[in-house]
């Protein structure tokens, strides 16, 4: 009898408090999405991400959205990316390749992201891999075309973002001021690359993580 007690013990604990091991394989199990449903205008609400930097910029950054429209290219998306940094707004426009549920954009870094389930039917739940050099990053972000994302759809991400075992993820504020849409766009998708590259300032960047969430939480 006690020995079955304390089996039982073990195996809640082991669980961890709210993302059973049993329910991560359906939780990180990638979806098909169709080219139709990655189109539109997708608010970003929140993510995790062992970017180093990403922690500190999740701090600074108060909107984030993505204007996603085709090309003539069958499996050419632009994407128009308009941020709200320290109350700056700017934006990048770039182009991906979307091909069986898959988002690839190979140059001047390879990223790879896919699709994980989501409760909530206008959300996009994205995981990221980064390769840059011998570096890899990952990221795990929640996207909705509305700025209200139920209890129940921002719980299930939580739990995937432990079930990848990701930092705690940093949500937006729902009442933040978005930028408008006619920033014109600059640079593209190199200007993102310096922060893969920066090596050296990869240690600095982790300091920096570090001292915002203290700050922060
Ligand atoms: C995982 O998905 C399968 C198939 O949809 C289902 O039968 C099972 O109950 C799910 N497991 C959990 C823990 O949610
Ligand atoms: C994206 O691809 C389309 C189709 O090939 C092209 O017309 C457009 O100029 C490209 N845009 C950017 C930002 O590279």
């Known amino acids: 009898m006690k020995c079955v007690a304390v089996v039982v013990l073990l195996s809640l604990l082991s669980r961890g408090r709210s993302a059973p091991l049993s329910s991560c394989e359906n939780l990180t199990k990638p979806i098909t999405i169709s080219k139709d449903e990655m189109l539109g205008k997708w608010l970003y609400i929140g993510g995790s991400s062992d970017l180093p930097g990403s922690r500190s910029l999740g701090h600074l950054m108060t909107s984030v959205w993505l204007d996603v429209t ?3 290219e069958s499996n050419i998306l632009t994407l128009h990316q308009t941020h709200r940094v320290h109350g700056k ?9 979307f091909e069986n549920s898959v988002m690839v954009i190979e140059q001047p870094f390879y990223l790879k992201e896919i699709y994980l389930p989501t409760d909530c039917s206008n959300c996009l739940v994205a995981y990221e891999e980064i390769t840059s050099g011998e570096d890899m990053f990952t990221s795990l972000m929640l996207f909705s075309k509305t700025n209200s994302v139920s209890p129940a759809a921002l719980e299930m991400f939580r739990n995937q973002v432990e079930c990848f075992q990701m930092p705690l993820a940093i949500m937006m504020n729902p009442n933040a001021e978005i930028c408008p849409d006619d920033i014109s766009p600059s640079e593209g998708i190199s200007a993102l690359n310096s922060l893969f590259e920066a090596k050296m300032g990869h240690r600095v960047a982790r300091i920096l993580d570090s001292l915002f969430d203290m700050f922060v939480n």
């Open 89 to 97: 707004c700017s934006s990048l426009i770039f182009n991906v390749t």
């Open 70 to 72: 085709a090309t003539t």
